[in-house]
Nanobody, 113 residues
Framework: QVQLVESGGGLVQAGGSLRLSCAASGFTFSYYNMAWYRQAPGKQRELIASITTTGSVNYVDSVKGRFSISRDNTKSTVYLQMNSLKPEDTAVYYC???????WGQGTQVTVSS
């Protein structure tokens, strides 16, 4: 059973940084691509970053140059380093295995102006 546990969210001022973590279990982590999504209030959940098994990364334009996705296969964990945060980054952040339907509980990120 796939389990995903996100952590690291919080309240930060604009321009600040946060590092999110997602601990995965129930599958062979190193075999799968991973992704981060976010859902802002009143908006649809959106894909913001992804990383392949070989470390290739992709980002949505709104976070390029500010966010960085990485993974540690020895810890079955995927990270999202978020710098230069903006109020519009306020959302619940989720990690996901693209091939599985499971979602974690998410972690709230709130950026104050």
């Amino acid at each position: 059973q796939v389990q995903l546990v996100e952590s690291g969210g919080g309240l930060v001022q604009a321009g600040g940084s946060l590092r999110l973590s997602c601990a995965a279990s129930g599958f062979t982590f190193s075999y799968y691509n991973m992704a981060w999504y976010r859902q802002a209030p009143g908006k649809q959940r959106e894909l913001i970053a992804s990383i392949t098994t070989t470390g290739s990364v992709n980002y949505v334009d709104s976070v390029k140059g500010r966010f960085s996705i990485s993974r540690d296969n020895t810890k079955s964990t995927v990270y999202l380093q978020m710098n230069s945060l903006k109020p519009e980054d306020t959302a619940v952040y989720y990690c996901k295995v693209p091939q599985y339907p499971s979602w974690g509980q998410g972690t709230q990120v709130t950026v104050s102006s």
